[in-house]
C-alpha cells in the first residue's frame, strides 16, 4: 500500500526527501497526522511537519547514499581510505 499527501507535490513512503529544518536528506517511513516520519541510513529517526520537507534533489539523494555506504563500511569495522 502506498500512501501519499496532498501537498503541492506528491510524497510517500520510500521516497528520499529534505527536511529544511534539520538541514538533512532522509527517507520517508510512514506518515502520522500531519507529520511524515524520516530515518536515515545510521538510524537516526524524527517526524517532521509536511511542510518542512521537499523532495531530494539528485545531489541530496547521493549524499543520502553515501552516508548510508560509510555506515556500512565502518558496521563492518573498515577505515574509509
Same mark, same amino acid.
Not at 6 to 12: I, R
Not at 48 to 53: E, L, M, N
Not at 58 to 66: D, T
Given at each position: 500500500?502506498r500512501?501519499t ?6 510524497l510517500a513512503i ?9 538541514d538533512m536528506p532522509?527517507t ?7 507529520f ?5 541510513p545510521t ?6 511537519? +509536511?511542510a518542512?520537507v521537499? &523532495? *531530494?534533489?539528485?545531489y541530496e539523494?547521493?549524499?543520502?547514499r553515501?552516508?548510508a555506504r560509510?555506515?556500512?563500511?565502518? +558496521?563492518?569495522g573498515?577505515? &574509509? *581510505?
Amino acid at each position: 500500500m502506498r500512501r501519499t499527501t496532498s501537498t503541492p507535490f506528491s510524497l510517500a513512503i520510500g521516497m528520499v526527501v529534505y527536511d529544511r529544518h534539520y538541514d538533512m536528506p532522509a527517507t520517508i517511513t510512514d506518515f502520522v497526522g500531519p507529520f511524515v516520519c524520516l530515518t536515515r541510513p545510521t538510524g537516526l529517526t524524527w517526524r517532521a511537519p +509536511q511542510a518542512s520537507v521537499r &523532495p *531530494a534533489t539528485a545531489y541530496e539523494r547521493r549524499q543520502l547514499r553515501a552516508i548510508a555506504r560509510l555506515h556500512a563500511q565502518r +558496521q563492518r569495522g573498515i577505515a &574509509p *581510505a
